[in-house]
């Protein structure tokens, strides 16, 4: 894959409890696929199932849609989540994000903002866009360079030198 190039999957599921594993499950998959540590697969489970919590929990008072973007790059996994039905291409939604404030006193943030703190501890960058229902972009960067860096220096140190 080319540097600019990436693999797109989407996704649009009930927003109900019972389809956050389907999106567990996908993220494992992909994750694994391009070369994520089991820490690594487990943490981006971990946050994408509370972003997709949040969506069932809060963003509809009836039937609604959460919408799944996965974005594939050659050194990074990009996982959107959209809630109020909107289906969204991420590269046109860059300019609308803005950086979770991890700073912002809980009481200001909207229900379910504990969330979004478990969710910033666990990905390496966390946007928000508040335009036409809420969309969360996570992403985790692959740090191939430092398990190749550490693996060669393993190959080539001699014991008892």
Same mark, same amino acid.
């Given at each position: 894959?080319?540097?600019?190039?990436? +693999?797109?999957?989407?996704?649009?599921?009930? =927003?109900?409890?019972?389809?956050?594993?389907?999106?567990? $499950? /996908?993220?494992?998959?992909? =994750?694994?696929?391009?070369?994520?540590?089991? @820490?690594?697969?487990? @943490?981006? *489970?971990? =946050?994408?199932?509370?972003?997709?919590?949040?969506?069932? /929990?809060?963003?509809?008072?009836?039937?609604?849609?959460?919408?799944?973007?996965?974005?594939?790059?050659?050194?990074?996994?990009?996982?959107?989540? =959209?809630?109020?039905?909107?289906?969204?291409?991420?590269? @046109?939604?860059? +300019?609308?994000?803005?950086?979770?404030?991890?700073?912002?006193?809980?009481?200001?943030?909207?229900?379910?903002?504990?969330?979004?703190?478990?969710?910033?501890?666990?990905?390496?960058?966390?946007?928000?866009?508040?335009?036409?229902?809420?969309? $969360?972009?996570? /992403? *985790?960067?692959?740090?191939?360079?430092?398990?190749?860096?550490?693996? +060669?220096?393993?190959? /080539?140190?001699?014991?008892?030198?």
């Amino acid at each position: 894959m080319s540097q600019h190039e990436c +693999d797109q999957i989407t996704m649009s599921l009930p =927003a109900k409890p019972e389809y956050v594993g389907v999106v567990r $499950l /996908t993220v494992s998959g992909i =994750a694994n696929r391009i070369g994520f540590s089991y @820490d690594e697969i487990e @943490d981006m *489970k971990i =946050a994408v199932a509370e972003a997709c919590t949040n969506v069932v /929990t809060h963003a509809y008072e009836g039937e609604g849609k959460m919408n799944v973007s996965f974005s594939v790059q050659h050194d990074r996994l990009e996982v959107a989540v =959209a809630d109020k039905g909107q289906s969204f291409n991420l590269s @046109d939604l860059k +300019d609308h994000l803005k950086p979770v404030d991890a700073d912002q006193p809980v009481a200001e943030l909207k229900e379910g903002g504990l969330g979004l703190f478990l969710i910033n501890t666990l990905m390496d960058k966390v946007e928000i866009s508040n335009q036409a229902g809420v969309i $969360l972009v996570m /992403t *985790k960067f692959l740090h191939r360079d430092e398990v190749e860096q550490h693996v +060669d220096r393993i190959n /080539t140190t001699q014991p008892g030198q």
